[in-house]
Each structure stands twice: as structure tokens, then as C-alpha cells.
């Protein structure tokens, strides 16, 4: 990597068990087994108080590849999306090509497996958390791509918009969703609520509100936001700021 080309910097900004904000600039390379010929920077972990891990994974043109599913312990379920690149996807022995906006789920203890067989980098995010049972209720697998599913409007504002990655029966304790604010766009109040997200910015700007700061955040961005962590955003600059964000949902808090 070299020498630094100034003095030391950063964006990031890291407050344990309320919010974090971290750039593209500052993730480092963590050796994981079961993943072989890729580069995996962890972004959220129980470590800063998240409830979930969420990773940002580059496999390697050809070679990069998991050796074992990745989040295959008992009680884990799991999601794949894809950033850029291609390859294929491994659910329970079905497989599924992968390109630009595939997204794949796992139910708990099956785990997802990922290959990269194109001359191009392959970049992915991936997340797990433990599954939360529902007697009577069970989810299964998904696979899907963002591209081939429309844009809702998002609480009555046509210049905010939204689209649902998992099925929001009570089978499921989480879903996956893109939220795309075009320039000038916001959400339509400052929220407080006991979900906690993690969100990958795919394009654009926004400023955001966290914990009752305003933070400027750009495309390859990674934020988490805690629970009752107050948040809301405006889309800024030129295209509309998009991410493609986790929530946890369909169950009672434990006390």
C-alpha cells in the first residue's frame, strides 16, 4: 500500500451502540475461514453493538470462492447481494447466477455459498443474524434481482422510493430493502424506532441525521444505526441517493 499521500484522515465515525458511519477508505482485509481468494472487510458486528454481522466481501476474478456456506451454524439465517460483478450463488444445493442487484436468502442453519467464475472482480455484501422462531410460522429460501422488481412510492412522496427484497409474512424476522431518494427528497420525519439497520449507500449523496448530528454520506458508504438511534435523511447532489439496508421486523421485544 505504500506511504500515505498526506496526513492522516478519516471519515469514519464510530459510536458504540447508537450509530457508525464507515468509508470505503478505511476497511481492512480480515482472514475468515470458509472464505478463499477474497478480500472481507466486516462492517458491523455485536463488537459496536449491533444485533447482526454484515460484511462487504471482493472476490477474487476466477478464484474467489467459499470453501464452506457461509453462516450455516444452527439457528443463523443469512443474505447475499451483489454489488457488481458475476458468478453464481449456492442455497441448499440450488444454484443461481449472480450479476449487479441479485440478491440471495438463506433460511436459518442452510447458510449461502458464492463463487466467482468471471475474469472481474465480484463484489458482494453479505449479512447474518440469528433467526428468531414464530410457532407456526417458517421462512425459505429467496433468490431475486433488484433490477427486475419496480419502485414503490415510499409514505405518499413520489420522490422517494422503495422496494421490498423478502416477503413480509411472519415467517420472516427480517427483510432487505432499496430506498432511493431523488435530490431533494427526505424522509418525512426524524425517526425513533427499535429497529436497527444496516445500510450500504449503492449511489449518490445524502446527509443524514444520527443520533443528532448531521453526517454527509456517498455511494460505498457502510452506516449502521442502532436502536432509537434518531435518523432521517435528504438525498443531495446530482442522482438519487440510493442504499440497500437490512431491518429486523415481525416480532415482540424480549424482556
Known amino acids: 500500500m505504500g506511504y500515505p499521500n498526506d496526513i492522516l484522515s478519516s471519515r469514519a465515525v464510530i459510536k458504540h451502540g447508537n450509530?457508525?458511519?464507515?468509508?470505503?477508505?478505511?476497511?481492512?482485509?480480515?482472514?475468515?475461514?470458509?472464505?478463499?481468494?477474497?478480500?472481507?472487510?466486516?462492517?458491523?458486528?455485536?463488537?459496536?453493538?449491533?444485533?447482526?454481522?454484515?460484511?462487504?466481501?471482493?472476490?477474487?476474478?476466477?478464484?474467489?470462492?467459499?470453501?464452506?456456506?457461509?453462516?450455516?451454524?444452527?439457528?443463523?439465517?443469512s443474505f447475499l447481494y451483489c454489488i457488481s460483478g458475476s458468478g453464481e450463488v449456492n442455497i441448499g444445493g440450488e444454484c443461481r447466477p449472480l450479476s449487479e442487484g441479485a440478491y440471495a436468502y438463506a433460511p436459518a442453519g442452510v447458510g449461502i455459498s458464492f463463487?466467482?467464475?468471471?475474469?472481474?472482480?465480484?463484489?458482494?455484501?453479505?449479512?447474518?443474524?440469528?433467526?428468531?422462531?414464530?410457532?407456526?410460522h417458517s421462512s425459505h429460501t429467496i433468490f431475486g434481482n433488484v433490477n427486475e422488481m419496480e419502485y414503490r412510492v415510499y409514505d405518499d412522496m413520489e420522490n422517494v422510493l422503495i422496494k421490498d427484497l423478502l416477503?413480509?409474512?411472519?415467517?420472516?424476522?427480517?427483510?432487505?430493502?432499496?430506498?432511493?431518494?431523488?435530490?431533494?427528497?427526505?424522509?418525512?420525519?426524524?425517526?425513533?424506532?427499535?429497529?436497527?439497520?444496516?445500510?450500504y449507500i449503492l449511489a449518490g449523496e445524502g446527509a443524514y441525521y444520527l443520533g443528532g448530528e448531521w453526517r454527509m454520506i456517498k455511494k460505498n458508504d457502510f452506516v449502521w444505526f442502532g436502536p432509537f438511534t434518531t435518523q432521517g435523511a435528504y438525498g443531495v447532489g446530482r442522482e438519487p441517493f440510493t442504499y440497500?439496508?437490512?431491518k429486523d421486523c415481525n416480532r415482540d421485544v424480549e424482556v
Open 19 to 77: 450509530y457508525a458511519v464507515i468509508p470505503p477508505e478505511g476497511l481492512v482485509n480480515n482472514v475468515v475461514p470458509g472464505f478463499e481468494n477474497c478480500n472481507v472487510s466486516i462492517v458491523a458486528s455485536p463488537k459496536m453493538g449491533a444485533s447482526f454481522a454484515q460484511y462487504i466481501v471482493e472476490a477474487k476474478s476466477s478464484i474467489g470462492h467459499t470453501s464452506s456456506p457461509f453462516a450455516a451454524g444452527e439457528g443463523m439465517e
Open 115 to 136: 463463487n466467482n467464475n468471471s475474469e472481474e472482480p465480484l463484489r458482494l455484501m453479505l449479512y447474518k443474524q440469528r433467526y428468531i422462531p414464530l410457532e407456526g
Open 167 to 199: 416477503p413480509t409474512d411472519l415467517g420472516f424476522d427480517m427483510n432487505f430493502h432499496i430506498l432511493s431518494f431523488i435530490p431533494g427528497g427526505s424522509h418525512p420525519f426524524i425517526e425513533t424506532h427499535v429497529q436497527e439497520h444496516g445500510a
Open 244 to 246: 440497500v439496508y437490512s
